[in-house]
């Protein structure tokens, strides 16, 4: 008797596997999209941060430099510090002007902009005291000569009392009288013997906030995002008893995770890139390099995710498997300055090749670490390496079913 | 409610991995830190800066040599003297437009002559605004400069501070990073722990709908993990005495200080628990809440928004009660606000709590 039924194709085809994997895929991205309260934190997540680097890094407390002048802040304040001060000079010898009042009265001046605070009034012991109490960041004095030494072009000294507990606060306070000094040598004409003139080239007017702080955290929001969600993605699989079943082979389903993952996640990605693009952030390579870099951080974030939802048997261990690469990555990267150990971690291959490539312009295989690889090539092959091990684990779960 | 914190202390111990995170997580990250002193191992990035020497006398390549010779001063540097056909001006425009270079210093063909006659020298040098070492090359140039003058007792009213610290002693990495590692690192462990409690809470139906009120139940999981937290607090503090000799200078403070951490974090994943519906969204908001202080307390610090992170509350008291050994009571104000603070992030959490009735 004659087969008059439609031709069903060989399962075993690359046809057949690829559609397999094509509709797996679908099935991936709709159980991905269930979770709508999810989906919008995913979207809102890097929106909020990237506005608010953008608008909040301008309104930052200070960010030293006058960018008014196109002058390009050079480093970071995280304080407005207190400071004392002491005018102990009582030498004259510089015309009209009493020199270490102008001195004084430059702090005041900084301290109206809202750069320090300035306690005056006390004695050394008293400052000394309230320095010890936290009550101040640090103290000046200006120490007796001052004005008759630099009328007769010698040195005029200062000391600078700072509490050394804080290192954000001490970085501000000599940050803050480096400022006061060459604003009183610019009034006065003080010089040096050796001038350095400083300029900066490559300074944007729009979006240079973004340039400088986006490498620390943007590849923060792409990997962490993604790592979270996928490190779900076979642990709260619901019907997952069912595709073990299915004709579709385990490599199949990895497949189609990592492709739904990738699908899913890349909205970060574009967040990522075309957001700040619009705010007017200049990058020094093309829009494909700096989507390829976050999408990168996609794929990375992924296939580690898989791995860890495969060996997890909760959602809960899932989330912290996630977290705890997130911040295990994120306090050692912060603390600790080893360019070869910090290059395994993915999350800060990712920051270099981004700082180096997209905001310095660096061929994206040149960005290389100490040891001459390229950060491209260690992201890539832990990629693959974290997929391979996916699937192995995956395939031995069969007994756990 | 003795029951119920029974019941979440019982959980909690048989979820293995919650146990690692809250205790083996952060005491793991604070011993390699404390343990392993990286910046000694300087593997870093050194920045390449060009010289262009347009004198080309004794004075410019002892000036040079200054950078060179020194180890103070960590950069790759090329200048005109030994490289004429690299460094070049052409060439340093092009390759800092590129990126290329960090930085480069022009030295002009008057250098010495202004030296000699006590006049003031003007050196050009140009940073690239992309590089992250722009600050650092250009505190080199200053401080070089400085030593430069010191060794040819060349001065032209020049104004000079000499920073004396206090404690005037060097301190190791550890104490360094010691505020922000543990308000940071407690704050994150507890709060992760805490953000899966409720969502994650197999009997919230039964809870739900047994004699215990909605606002017991919160209180009952915020103690049973404050309990927890305090320990985790007490075991950092002890490691950190104990094992690195860091030396507090009230034990007992340094420990209520960084419980204070614990107790924001907790509070606050209960209440990121309560908000959400499932653990993926109740772990985003941990995940967001961690990215968002960490930006805003190292990196934007938007006043007065970073006054009122936890993370940053507990950072700033903790410099002065641990180190700098200022009383808990001259803190009051500021303990005060903590409280609020805390209490008011535990209203939100029953009243989020409240509403979930529908959902069950």
């Known amino acids: 008797m004659q087969n008059t039924g439609p031709i069903r194709a060989d399962p075993k085809s690359i046809g057949a596997k690829l559609r397999r994997i094509l509709m797996l895929t679908f099935k991936e991205i709709e159980i991905l999209m269930n979770d709508k309260m999810a989906v919008v934190l995913l979207v809102i997540f890097p929106l909020t941060i990237v506005l608010l680097t953008n608008f909040g890094g301008s309104a930052a407390i200070n960010t030293g430099g006058d960018e008014a002048n196109g002058d390009m802040p050079l480093e970071l304040r995280f304080s407005i510090p207190i400071i004392g001060i002491i005018d102990a000079d009582n030498s004259e010898g510089f015309g009209n002007a009493d020199l270490s009042h102008e001195f004084v009265e430059i702090f005041k001046e900084f301290e109206t902009n809202g750069e320090c605070i300035i306690k005056e009034g006390y004695s050394r012991n008293e400052l000394e005291e309230m320095l010890g109490n936290g009550e101040i960041n640090a103290y000046v004095i200006v120490d007796d000569g001052f004005e008759y030494n630099l009328s007769i072009h010698m040195v005029g000294m200062f000391t600078v009392v700072i509490n050394s507990y804080d290192s954000f606060v001490l970085q501000d306070v000599i940050g803050v009288i480096d400022d006061i000094v060459a604003n009183f040598q610019d009034k006065f004409d003080f010089h040096g013997a050796i001038n350095l003139k400083t300029s900066t080239v490559n300074f944007s007017e729009k979006g240079q906030y973004l340039k400088q702080v986006t490498p620390f955290f943007f590849p923060l929001i792409g990997f962490a995002m993604t790592l979270l969600i996928e490190t779900q993605t076979f642990v709260s699989d619901i019907p997952k008893d069912r595709m073990i079943l299915t004709p579709a082979k385990k490599g199949e389903i990895v497949l189609s995770k990592f492709f739904g993952g990738i699908a899913v996640n890349s909205v970060v990605a574009v967040i990522l890139v075309f957001l700040p693009l619009a705010l007017g952030m200049e990058i020094q390579n093309s829009i494909l390099i700096f989507f390829l870099v976050f999408e990168s951080a996609v794929i990375i974030a992924t296939t580690i995710g898989l791995f860890f939802s495969s060996i997890s048997n909760t959602t809960l261990a899932g989330f912290q498997y996630a977290l705890v690469i997130i911040i295990v990555q994120e306090i050692l990267m912060l603390f600790i300055n080893n360019n070869i150990f910090l290059s395994i971690f993915p999350l800060y291959s990712i920051q270099e090749i981004y700082r180096l490539s997209v905001i310095q312009g660096i061929p994206l295989f040149s960005t290389t670490n100490l040891l001459g690889i390229p950060y491209m090539l260690i992201i890539w092959a832990e990629s693959a390496i974290s997929l391979i091990f996916t699937y192995i684990v995956y395939k031995k779960k069969r007994s756990v079913i | ?360």
């Open chain 2, 1 to 360: 409610m003795g029951a119920q914190i029974r019941k979440e202390l019982d959980w909690f111990v048989h979820d293995k991995l919650s146990v690692i995170i809250l205790f083996a997580l952060p005491l793991f990250l604070i011993i390699i830190i404390a343990a392993g002193d990286f910046t000694i191992s300087d593997l870093s990035e050194e920045p390449v800066v060009y010289i262009i020497d347009e004198e080309k006398s004794v004075y410019s390549q002892a000036f040079i040599d200054t950078y060179k010779n020194s180890d103070m001063f960590n950069m790759e540097i090329h200048d005109s003297n030994s490289e004429p056909y690299l460094v070049t001006l052409e060439n340093c425009s092009k390759l800092i437009a590129q990126s290329k270079i960090d930085a480069y210093l022009i030295i002009p063909s008057n250098f010495s002559e202004n030296l000699i006659n006590n006049r003031s020298t003007s050196l050009i040098l140009i940073l690239d605004a992309n590089s992250k070492m722009s600050a650092l090359v250009s505190n080199y140039f200053s401080s070089g400069s400085t030593l430069f003058q010191s060794q040819f007792q060349v001065f032209n009213s020049e104004i000079v501070f000499q920073p004396e610290m206090r404690p005037d002693e060097d301190f190791n990495f550890l104490i360094m990073v010691l505020p922000i590692l543990l308000s940071l690192l407690l704050f994150v462990s507890s709060n992760l722990v805490a953000s899966q409690c409720i969502v994650a809470d197999d009997p919230l139906k039964r809870l739900l709908l047994s004699p215990a009120r909605r606002g017991e139940i919160i209180l009952s999981k915020s103690i049973s993990y404050i309990f927890l937290g305090a320990f985790l607090s007490f075991i950092s503090v002890l490691i950190l005495r104990v094992i690195f000799k860091v030396i507090f200078a009230s034990f007992l403070n340094t420990f209520l200080i960084t419980f204070f951490s614990t107790i924001f974090g907790v509070l606050y994943g209960i209440l990121f628990s309560s908000i959400s519906k499932t653990r993926l969204q109740a772990a985003q908001l941990s995940l967001f809440f961690f990215v968002l202080q960490f930006t805003m307390g190292i990196f934007i610090r938007i006043d007065p928004i970073v006054n009122y992170l936890p993370y940053d509350i507990v950072r700033q008291i903790f410099i002065k009660v641990a180190f700098l050994g200022v009383s808990l009571s001259t803190l009051s104000p500021k303990l005060w606000e903590i409280f609020i603070h805390n209490v008011i992030v535990l209203i939100l959490s029953v009243i989020f709590y409240k509403q979930k009735k529908f959902d069950v």
